[in-house]
């Protein structure tokens, strides 16, 4: 079978307003950064003048474009995607997708370019560097001083990760100082957790991990790519946001000073408006363009080099690609919904070896209570996959073991471990609960949840 992997770019137009920005050629975690612009920009979603408050950002559906009824749902699924800003793992779906094989995701690359216009670029070089193939993985950054890109996937041979060799090109992504996996992150986001400096690194880290896909799996973690990456298959679908994508525009949300928790602060709502040019951001499925593309218009606040407001957004997808527009609303909150926690944490945490661990999970079955589901607790480890059994032990096993079978119930809180990590090997872990909409024995994870955590010395 013959896949095509096109790219969704993004590109910035220009105006001739005085404040307003060039075009740069370089993109990095946030758009507008690198090319003729400072490599430290922040770039804020619209409406963003530097004082802290509630920004909505209207969307819309031009009422012109080809497709505008069958864009409803699955627009409206991506603002609620973001709206929730709920970090995921195994996002990066083919089986267990409803998207056909020869199709690609409408849901998906919309997501994708929402983030656009909402200030975030490609945290990897993409088709906008100009190099080919596997080349546009390598984490974003500008040329440096010897105006080529540096490239030496290092001794892993996996392109984006930390031994990457990048001379002296300048990073422009943004990463978890002294942590640098894009797969989890820290309680504040701001910049005394965030940095573009190489000297923030871990020691013997040689240059700041992007997102990827093959990245992922050098964490123990099931195929997850951020949303920002650029690329996408026919007959997947990445419709949940991965860590980075949330700590990226939450790293914008602590203002200007860079600083969570002070009056400069915002929040961030996408509006849906329906089928209306009259909205800050209008998706369109028009001629313009290869796979899709947000083109923004950007206003520096309050003159400040550093940070920059997008005005407005228009993103355009080619009408000869065989979309498929998913017609499932999906609700605020998953039905059932299914949870893990790590130390009380809903999404990852840092262990020192010798602290303690402790794992809970919880479930709320709503309509579907009574429902009959396999249960099931996956633990991705530097040791191999591991499953719970219906003992309450990890099990190691290629063949997925399910922890019971039977009714979906209500359970407000279950420990299923909680015991030191001094005998723990030290690395990444990644924990999943699933349960399933049927009893059958096979690992099917309809309703899900992971966290994820690092053991260190
Ligand atoms: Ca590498
Ligand atoms: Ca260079
Ligand atoms: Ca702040
Ligand atoms: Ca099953």
Same mark, same amino acid.
């Given at each position: 079978?013959?896949?095509? /992997?096109? *790219?969704p770019?993004?590109? =910035?137009?220009?105006? &001739?307003?005085?404040?307003?920005?060039?075009?740069?050629?370089?993109?990095?975690?946030?758009?507008?950064?690198?090319?003729?612009?400072?490599?430290?920009?922040?770039?804020?979603p619209?409406?963003?003048?530097?004082?802290?408050?509630?920004?909505i950002v209207t969307v819309g559906i031009s009422p012109a474009s080809a497709h505008a009824g069958d864009m409803e749902i699955p627009v409206q699924n991506a603002i609620n995607t973001w709206n929730r800003?709920?970090?995921?793992?195994?996002?990066?779906?083919?089986?267990?997708?409803?998207v056909?094989?020869?199709?690609f995701d409408f849901e998906s690359v919309a997501l994708h370019e929402l983030g656009h216009c909402m200030?975030?670029?490609?945290?990897?070089?993409?088709?906008?560097?100009?190099?080919?193939?596997?080349?546009?993985? *390598?984490?974003?950054?500008? /040329?440096?001083?010897?105006?080529?890109?540096?490239?030496?996937?290092?001794?892993?041979?996996?392109?984006?990760?930390?031994?990457?060799?990048?001379?002296?090109?300048?990073? &422009?992504?943004?990463?978890?100082?002294?942590?640098?996996?894009?797969?989890?992150?820290?309680?504040? =986001?701001?910049?005394?957790?965030?940095?573009?400096?190489?000297?923030?690194?871990?020691?013997?880290?040689? *240059?700041?991990?992007?997102?990827? /896909?093959?990245?992922?799996?050098?964490?123990? =973690?099931?195929?997850?790519?951020?949303v920002?990456?650029?690329?996408i298959?026919?007959?997947?679908s990445q419709r949940a946001l991965?860590?980075?994508?949330?700590?990226?525009?939450?790293?914008?949300?602590?203002?200007?000073?860079?600083?969570?928790?002070?009056?400069?602060?915002?929040?961030v709502e996408l509006q849906y408006l329906g089928i209306t040019e009259n909205a800050h951001i209008v998706l369109a499925l028009d001629?313009?363009?290869?796979l899709s593309v947000c083109?923004?218009?950007?206003?520096?606040?309050?003159?400040?080099?550093?940070?920059?407001?997008?005005?407005s957004g228009e993103i355009s997808f080619n009408p000869?690609i065989?979309w498929f527009f998913n017609q499932e609303l999906t609700v605020a909150?998953?039905?059932?919904?299914?949870?893990?926690?790590?130390?009380?944490?809903?999404?990852?945490?840092?262990? /020192?070896?010798?602290?303690?661990?402790?794992?809970?999970?919880?479930?709320?079955?709503?309509?579907?209570?009574?429902?009959?589901?396999? *249960?099931?607790?996956?633990?991705?480890?530097?040791?191999?996959?591991?499953?719970?059994?219906?003992?309450?032990?990890? =099990?190691?096993?290629?063949?997925?073991?399910?922890?019971?079978?039977?009714?979906?119930?209500?359970?407000?809180?279950?420990?299923?471990?909680?015991?030191?990590?001094?005998?723990?090997?030290?690395?990444?872990?990644?924990?999943?609960?699933?349960?399933?909409?049927?009893?059958?024995?096979?690992?099917?994870?309809?309703?899900?949840?992971?966290?994820?955590?690092?053991?260190?010395?």
């Open positions: 079978m013959h896949f095509n /992997r096109l *790219y770019i993004h590109a =910035i137009s220009l105006t &001739l307003m005085a404040l307003l920005l060039v075009a740069p050629t370089a993109a990095g975690v946030f758009e507008f950064a690198g090319g003729t612009n400072s490599v430290d920009v922040i770039t804020h619209t409406g963003y003048d530097g004082t802290g408050r509630k920004l800003l709920v970090p995921t793992i195994a996002n990066v779906m083919t089986t267990g997708s409803n056909p094989s020869d199709h200030g975030l670029a490609h945290p990897n070089l993409a088709s906008e560097s100009g190099l080919a193939g596997s080349d546009k993985n *390598y984490t974003a950054a500008t /040329r440096g001083d010897n105006n080529v890109f540096d490239l030496d996937r290092g001794a892993d041979g996996i392109i984006g990760s930390s031994d990457d060799i990048r001379g002296d090109d300048v990073n &422009l992504h943004w990463f978890f100082k002294g942590v640098n996996n894009p797969f989890l992150l820290p309680e504040v =986001i701001d910049k005394t957790t965030y940095s573009r400096d190489l000297n923030d690194l871990p020691a013997g880290h040689r *240059y700041a991990v992007n997102g990827d /896909r093959d990245v992922s799996k050098l964490f123990n =973690i099931e195929k997850t790519e951020v920002m990456q650029q690329g298959q026919a007959g997947e991965a860590a980075d994508d949330v700590a990226t525009l939450r790293l914008g949300m602590s203002g200007v000073d860079m600083i969570a928790g002070t009056p400069d602060d915002y929040t001629d313009k363009v290869d083109k923004i218009v950007g206003n520096h606040i309050n003159n400040d080099e550093n940070h920059i407001a997008i005005q000869g065989l909150q998953s039905i059932p919904y299914v949870a893990i926690s790590v130390n009380d944490r809903a999404d990852s945490t840092l262990l /020192r070896q010798g602290d303690n661990l402790v794992l809970r999970v919880a479930l709320d079955p709503g309509v579907r209570n009574g429902n009959l589901a396999d *249960y099931w607790v996956k633990a991705m480890t530097p040791m191999g996959t591991f499953w719970l059994n219906d003992q309450l032990q990890f =099990i190691a096993s290629d063949t997925p073991i399910s922890v019971y079978g039977g009714a979906l119930m209500n359970i407000p809180s279950f420990t299923f471990f909680d015991s030191t990590t001094q005998d723990l090997p030290l690395g990444t872990y990644s924990v999943t609960f699933a349960v399933d909409d049927n009893r059958d024995q096979i690992y099917n994870a309809t309703f899900k949840h992971a966290v994820i955590f690092t053991i260190s010395p």
